[in-house]
């Protein structure tokens, strides 16, 4: 009887797995950072020169997909004071103090759930 089930060697697991680092720019200072999405789906984001790192749980960017679905919103990216009802303001309440809505959103343009809206400063989710 021929095996059905083939044997996957360690190394061929990890090529599966591949948790490719992206080089992606804020969309309108054109900072480099980088990040990439691990198995779990959780990612990890270096911020500015020194590759500061922020995650993002996956869990939390799914509730941030589903709290924002089909609406077009201000980026709100101010570090220190986001509008009301903006991703910015919704991220630092939800996720972490540190202003990350300009590295967010070229994220979420790369993944497809959202679009730039052409309102300057609003996004639009799917």
Do not use: C
């Not at 089930?5 to 950072?33: A, G, N, R, Y």
């Not at 990439?36 to 869990?59: H, P």
């Amino acid at each position: 009887m021929k095996k059905l089930i083939e044997e996957i060697s360690v190394d061929e697991v990890s090529q599966i797995m591949d948790e490719t680092m992206h080089d992606l720019k804020t969309i309108v200072q054109k900072k480099p950072f980088k990040y990439k999405t691990l198995a779990n789906g959780d990612k990890e984001i270096y911020l500015g020169k020194f590759n500061t790192l922020v995650k993002l749980r996956n869990e939390q960017y799914m509730n941030l997909l589903h709290t924002f679905k089909g609406q077009t919103v201000t980026i709100g990216a101010s570090r220190t004071n986001p509008p009301g009802g903006s991703l910015g303001e919704w991220l630092m309440k939800h996720i972490t103090k540190t202003a990350i809505a300009s590295y967010i959103v070229p994220i979420l343009l790369m993944d497809g759930y959202a679009s730039l809206a052409t309102e300057r400063g609003k996004i639009r989710f799917n």
